[in-house]
């Protein structure tokens, strides 16, 4: 039953699979509680650029795409912050120009490039040995960052003015979260890819929102789904022959339906035990 564990690849699968789905699970919940879901799109298009040129170049490509996401995250914020412009309008900008700019350098690459689609759909099998320590490694600094500066990042996203007046900086927070969300990014693209990478950062706390009553819990939902969804995914793309990246995705979507579906029923039946009581 468990034979796919004996295989290198697979091994790799889950436990990068693991790292990025603790941090994209708890960073979610900060951009869906901002209402801000629309960033993981615009971060990981526009990372296409520093794959791209990492690929040209001969550079390896995670490292050249993470700085290249950083710079467009600090780029997105100055203009969402200081250009007067909205954050979707922001993003939108960002995202339309980094995937060009990929577009444009892809142009000069001649021959076929296998590694970039695994980038562009995710592929597990494109998951190597030096993925994997980056990917640890990377998740293993923005758990650090998010453990000491939870509270701080916490309070801006509730209560900016309120946070300013304390004595905190809103300014920095914001602009950590928004560096820390375009790492994540990065480091998830080999896994689901650049097309799919931004619903692995929400669908998790969309369905973690529909049964929490608290933050904590909302939290600590949203990084348990996201580890499960990622299992599920895995091995399920194993046994059906799929896309890894695809199937991670569609189990996602399932799970939200099914607790959609199960939300509205409790709902229903805590309505009808209402009335009943009432009469």
Same mark, same amino acid.
């Given at each position: 039953?468990? @034979?796919?564990?004996?295989?290198?690849?697979?091994?790799?699968?889950?436990?990068?699979?693991?790292? =990025?789905?603790?941090?994209? /699970?708890?960073?979610?919940?900060?951009?869906?509680?901002?209402? +801000?879901?629309?960033? /993981?799109?615009?971060?990981?298009?526009?990372?296409?650029? /520093?794959?791209?040129?990492?690929?040209?170049?001969?550079?390896?490509?995670?490292?050249?795409?993470?700085?290249?996401?950083?710079?467009?995250?600090?780029?997105?914020?100055?203009? @969402?912050?200081?250009?007067?412009?909205?954050?979707?309008?922001?993003?939108?900008?960002?995202?339309?120009?980094?995937?060009?700019?990929?577009?444009?350098?892809?142009?000069?690459?001649?021959?076929?490039?296998? @590694?970039?689609? !695994?980038?562009?759909?995710?592929?597990?099998?494109?998951?190597?040995?030096?993925?994997?320590?980056?990917?640890?490694?990377?998740?293993? +600094?923005? +758990?650090?960052?998010?453990?000491?500066?939870?509270?701080?990042?916490?309070?801006?996203?509730? *209560?900016? +003015?309120?946070?300013?007046?304390?004595?905190?900086?809103?300014?920095?927070? *914001?602009?950590?979260?928004?560096?820390?969300?375009? =790492?994540?990014? &990065?480091?998830?693209?080999?896994?689901?890819? &650049?097309?799919?990478?931004?619903?692995?950062? =929400?669908?998790? !706390?969309?369905?973690?929102?529909?049964?929490?009553?608290?933050?904590?819990?909302?939290?600590?939902?949203?990084?348990?789904?996201?580890?499960?969804?990622?299992?599920?995914?895995? =091995?399920?793309?194993?046994?059906?022959?799929?896309? !890894?990246?695809?199937?991670?995705?569609?189990?996602?979507?399932?799970?939200?339906?099914?607790?959609?579906?199960?939300?509205?029923?409790?709902?229903?039946?805590?309505?009808? !035990?209402?009335?009943?009581?009432?009469?």
């Amino acid at each position: 039953m468990f @034979e796919f564990l004996d295989y290198p690849f697979m091994l790799r699968a889950f436990f990068a699979g693991t790292a =990025v789905a603790i941090i994209l /699970g708890w960073l979610g919940t900060f951009v869906v509680t901002r209402k +801000i879901s629309f960033i /993981g799109d615009g971060l990981a298009h526009a990372s296409l650029a /520093g794959i791209a040129l990492a690929i040209l170049a001969g550079l390896a490509p995670l490292p050249t795409a993470l700085i290249i996401a950083v710079l467009i995250a600090i780029i997105i914020y100055f203009l @969402e912050k200081k250009a007067n412009i909205s954050g979707d309008m922001a993003i939108a900008l960002m995202f339309t120009t980094g995937l060009a700019i990929g577009i444009i350098l892809l142009h000069y690459y001649q021959g076929y490039q296998p @590694e970039l689609i !695994s980038y562009l759909f995710g592929n597990i099998l494109s998951i190597s040995v030096y993925d994997l320590k980056f990917i640890l490694v990377a998740s293993l +600094i923005i +758990i650090i960052t998010l453990s000491l500066f939870y509270r701080q990042i916490l309070f801006v996203t509730f *209560d900016p +003015i309120g946070a300013h007046l304390s004595g905190l900086k809103p300014w920095f927070y *914001d602009l950590l979260l928004y560096v820390m969300t375009a =790492v994540a990014i &990065i480091l998830s693209i080999k896994l689901v890819g &650049i097309i799919l990478v931004s619903a692995l950062l =929400v669908t998790p !706390s969309a369905i973690s929102r529909l049964f929490a009553n608290s933050y904590k819990h909302f939290t600590i939902g949203a990084i348990l789904l996201a580890v499960i969804i990622v299992f599920v995914g895995l =091995v399920a793309s194993y046994y059906l022959d799929w896309p !890894s990246g695809a199937t991670i995705i569609l189990v996602g979507t399932l799970f939200f339906v099914l607790a959609s579906i199960a939300k509205s029923l409790i709902s229903s039946a805590c309505k009808s !035990s209402a009335k009943l009581k009432n009469n």
